[in-house]
């Protein structure tokens, strides 16, 4: 397969008075995963369908390897393509599925029985080529689903939530699966997901929408520790956003009259922010004894079992509550706590 | 969603819309055109005139009384065959739709020798009493809406089954547990969940006794509906007068259908099924008793006219005069029908106008329900309207609207002599058709994933490779059962036949008129026969098509692993 570069220039899709998505730029580069995730309506389905032609849009350009695409219909484009529903034809049997792409081609019977057995044994399915597509579990389903868009050697691969109709135990391997079988194939790829969890999973780099805007395009490191907007570090992880005071290299963050001077971070260079938030994750934070010196003071207000430890809330002001994660779970509620930040830097963004 | 600039929509609604302006809204305009063509002088006579005052107040009188019939048959039947289990239940089942599978006229005429003054049953109990005369006439309004009860009851039957399938029995545990009594679980749960059911039958019987004209034509006596009406003053040569009382049943009506439309947006629960419907076993001996001899009763009732209608094809024509059942039988009616050009060739008629018909109803309303279905372009709503309109608007003035058209040879204006030809009946047949295989194959199409389409087309399927190989397939199950009910409805239709036929071209159903004319009730029984065989061999070849069809796509299916 040769995997191309996939390009989008300010592509912008309006419904009525609807701006559903406005001035949208990336670039996915040859064998790469971008996945573009934000909540429901932020535009990225619409996005996707213009990538594979379904929509058209209104201003803005897709290119693939430099070429101009923009005014291609979606069987030039030979894109592959799987639907959130799978959208697998119900009449036709698992294989002839998978062939359906080979048929369009033209390719003869026998070249597309052993083509459409190949892909299937990739996605770990040989032996159900001949079984109706309703006698397969979802994620069987999916995986046909997978198949038929790969068999067609498209040079950009585009998922629509691809693991939303799955099961969270299922989810979880399939999503381990699906990053190995692609970074396998070194496809480029784009996958719409509203869940970040499978973003970070699966993905190289992610680009997160809100309103039909991009917010930020980076790697998930990248978007977790140094978000761009506000809207990032409310979207990507937990987090706290509390009044900060940017001094460029530092942040000084005061909370019921006791002031911290901690590292800070920034998505880019930039003049110092006039009002500034600070982003304090729960495993940025830790509890210390309520005289310690220097410490925010708290009560905790509720403690909840996570598995690798506990997470805590702390009520710091009367309008002021922060997450704290701690390996152990000594304290109870309504304690006084001291908070401290254990890890810096913390990232800022602006308010 | 837009999708315009992907695939043609246009080039197809253009020809659609234009065929179904033509076949369906264009006749209509030509008689209300008609209406108005000297003035208000013929809308005056029909305000003027006491017959046509009595057939409209006998028109509504009778829909009302068919409702009302219907819905006191219909309604308690499905709360009994739903709710309760008891012997000889799954009999009552299976034959309880049984009056729907009986082609319009024959229904009619089977009524006419069971019930009718010479009828079999009106001699038993003549005899059994020893009067003199009759115990009933059967002509007039109540023998109509008897008529009526007995068609039309199915409509109620089948859409209350459906409803109280659906209803979640949990709802009714609920509600007993928050302790309401019997009576109040049916007032305030049950009835209002089965309000759209119920009131969807009971204007659907309401539109069909409006538009009903077999029923009143042989029965009617001196009664004269509209439907009636129409044809006595086309025959009559007041054709500016029929086309009035066309008009005034045409708005009856759509009236009807837009207040139909209308109780169905303001009353519409998705009730989800959890729980199949239980039904409780009648255990008391006096409600088992009960029970079985109304199942006894009913099968009877339901079963009669078929029957009848079969022993009458085998009685010889003019030797049943006066005894209770006839005394002679024979073969001979059929063999003639077999033999008899004159006899066959009605029947090669039928079989003929329907199949034209119907293979123009596959073409054009495939298209017109992928239109519906999966496109946006301007004047989709339109074109969901005029496939609607041919169900809203009774036969008669289907027929009428067909006769006021096409009766002059004017092609700039789209009109045509086709009256009188072959060819005004395959007409009249598809603009009924309409609306039979739209529906069906839009809602097999609103089952499939709109994603498939899109999913061909990326992995590069041309236009046509997308119908040829998604969409046909997923319309067919939707395209079989649509050309199924309008082939039954074709081969045996009555109403719009008798207004438009000529002698070379009558179906089935105008030689059974005819026959029943002449008094040869074998003849007439033994076409009756016939038409029903058609029917069932209809339905039989679509179920065949259906699975081959299935099991032609996946081929065999092997075991996992072979």
Redesign the interface.
């Known amino acids: 397969m040769t995997a191309g570069t996939l390009a989008l220039h300010g592509i912008s899709r309006r419904?009525g008075e609807h701006a559903a998505v406005e001035d949208v730029s990336f670039e996915v580069a040859p064998g790469e995963l971008l996945a573009l995730i934000g909540a429901s309506g932020s535009g990225k389905t619409t996005t996707l369908r213009m990538i594979?032609?379904?929509?058209?849009p209104d201003a803005g350009k897709v290119t693939l390897d430099g070429t101009d695409i923009t005014a291609f219909?979606?069987?030039k484009?030979?894109?592959?393509?799987v639907?959130?529903?799978y959208?697998?034809?119900?009449?036709?049997?698992v294989e002839d599925n998978v062939a359906?792409?080979l048929?369009?081609?033209g390719v003869n019977r026998s070249v597309r029985r052993e083509r459409a057995q190949r892909v299937l044994s990739t996605v770990g399915l040989e032996?159900?080529g001949?079984?109706?597509i309703q006698?397969l579990s979802g994620g069987e389903q999916q995986r046909v689903a997978l198949a038929?868009?790969l068999v067609?050697e498209p040079r950009v691969l585009l998922l629509d939530e691809p693991l939303s109709n799955l099961d969270p135990t299922l989810r979880r391997s399939m999503r381990d699966e699906l990053r190995s079988m692609l970074r396998t194939l070194h496809v480029t790829a784009v996958f719409v997901t509203h869940d970040q969890d499978d973003a970070f999973a699966i993905a190289d780099r992610v680009a997160l929408m809100r309103h039909g805007r991009i917010l930020q395009v980076g790697s998930p490191e990248t978007l977790y520790a140094k978000p761009a907007s506000r809207d990032v570090a409310d979207f990507i992880g937990r987090a706290t956003l509390v009044d900060a005071v940017d001094a460029d290299t530092h942040a000084i963050i005061t909370i019921g009259g006791v002031a911290r001077k901690v590292g800070a971070v920034k998505a880019s260079t930039s003049p110092p922010f006039r009002k500034a938030f600070a982003v304090l994750r729960p495993e940025a934070l830790g509890l210390v004894d309520s005289k310690t010196p220097g410490a925010w003071q708290g009560i905790i207000v509720g403690r909840r079992f996570a598995g690798s430890g506990f997470v805590y809330r702390v009520a710091l002001t009367e309008d002021l509550a922060v997450d704290v994660a701690s390996a152990t779970g000594t304290v109870g509620e309504a304690d006084s706590v001291g908070v401290i930040v254990e890890r810096e830097p913390v990232a800022l963004v602006p308010a | 969603?837009?999708?315009r600039?992907?695939s043609p929509s246009l080039p197809l609604a253009i020809p659609v819309l234009a065929i179904l302006l033509w076949a369906v809204v264009y006749p209509n305009i030509s008689v209300i055109a008609g209406s108005f063509a000297d003035g208000f002088v013929h809308w005056r006579r029909f305000a003027a005139s006491p017959t046509d005052r009595e057939a409209l107040s006998a028109t509504l009188i009778i829909a009302l009384g068919s409702v009302i019939a219907a819905t006191g048959i219909g309604l308690p039947l499905a709360f009994l065959l739903t709710r309760f289990d008891f012997r000889g239940r799954k009999t009552l089942s299976a034959i309880a739709t049984l009056p729907a599978a009986l082609p319009p006229l024959v229904g009619v005429v089977a009524f006419l020798f069971l019930y009718g003054e010479s009828g079999v049953v009106t001699r038993v109990i003549q005899d059994a009493l020893g009067l003199e005369k009759a115990p009933w006439s059967f002509t007039g309004i109540p023998a109509i809406i008897f008529v009526h009860a007995y068609t039309m009851y199915v409509y109620v039957f089948l859409l209350v089954s459906a409803g109280l399938e659906r209803v979640d029995t949990t709802l009714h545990d609920a509600a007993a547990g928050l302790g309401a009594g019997a009576f109040r679980r049916m007032r305030r749960v049950t009835l209002p969940l089965l309000t759209p059911a119920i009131a969807g039958s009971m204007l659907l019987v309401f539109m069909s006794a409006l538009g009903s004209f077999s029923a009143p034509y042989v029965f009617g006596g001196g009664v004269r509906v509209l439907s009636t009406q129409i044809l006595a003053s086309k025959l009559n040569g007041n054709t500016g007068l029929a086309y009035v009382e066309t008009t005034v049943l045409a708005l009856s009506a759509v009236a009807g259908l837009a207040l139909f439309r209308w109780l169905e947006r303001r009353r519409s629960y998705t009730v989800s099924a959890k729980g199949a419907a239980t039904r409780v076993v009648v255990r008391s001996a006096a409600g088992r008793f009960a029970a079985g001899l109304l199942a006894v009763v009913l099968v009877t009732v339901l079963v009669l006219p078929h029957l009848m209608v079969m022993l009458v094809s085998f009685a010889r024509d003019g030797a049943w005069t006066t005894q209770i059942l006839p005394p002679e039988y024979t073969l001979d009616n059929f063999r003639r029908l077999a033999t008899d050009s004159e006899l066959w060739r009605p029947i090669r008629n039928s079989v003929l106008m329907a199949l034209v018909a119907v293979a123009a109803n596959i073409v054009i309303c495939f298209v017109a329900a992928y239109l519906i279905v999966l496109r946006s372009f301007p004047g989709r709503r339109l074109l969901e309207l005029l496939v609607a309109i041919p169900w809203a608007i009774p036969a008669t003035a289907i027929a009428i609207g067909l006769a006021a058209t096409f009766n002059v040879h004017d092609p700039k204006t789209g009109r045509f002599i086709l009256v009188g030809t072959f060819w005004i009946l395959p007409l009249a047949y598809f603009i009924r058709g309409i609306p039979l295989v739209a529906t069906a194959v839009e809602s097999s199409l609103r089952q499939?994933?709109p994603?498939?389409e899109?999913?061909?087309?990326?992995?590069?399927?041309?236009w046509w490779?997308t119908v040829r190989?998604?969409i046909v397939?997923?319309a067919?199950p939707g395209l079989i059962a649509g050309a199924m009910l309008a082939a039954v409805t074709a081969v045996g239709e009555f109403v719009a036949s008798v207004v438009l036929y000529t002698h070379a071209n009558r179906p089935i159903s105008v030689e059974i008129l005819a026959q029943l004319r002449a008094l040869s009730f074998g003849t007439a029984a033994a076409f009756s026969v016939l038409l029903i065989l058609l029917t069932l061999g209809i339905t039989i070849i679509a179920r065949w098509v259906e699975t081959r069809f299935?099991r032609g796509?996946?081929?065999e299916?092997?075991a996992?692993?072979a």
Do not use: C, K, N, Y
Not at chain 2, 454 to 462: E, M, N, V, Y
């Open positions: 419904f594979a032609g379904h929509e058209r219909s979606p069987q484009r030979g894109f592959g393509m639907f959130q529903h959208a697998l034809f119900p009449h036709l049997s359906f792409g048929e369009a081609r032996r159900v001949p079984r109706p006698s038929r868009a067609i | 969603m837009s999708r600039w992907l499939m994933d994603a498939i899109d999913a061909a087309r990326g992995l590069g399927a041309s490779m190989r998604v397939p997923a067919r299935t796509e996946l081929g299916v092997p996992v692993g």
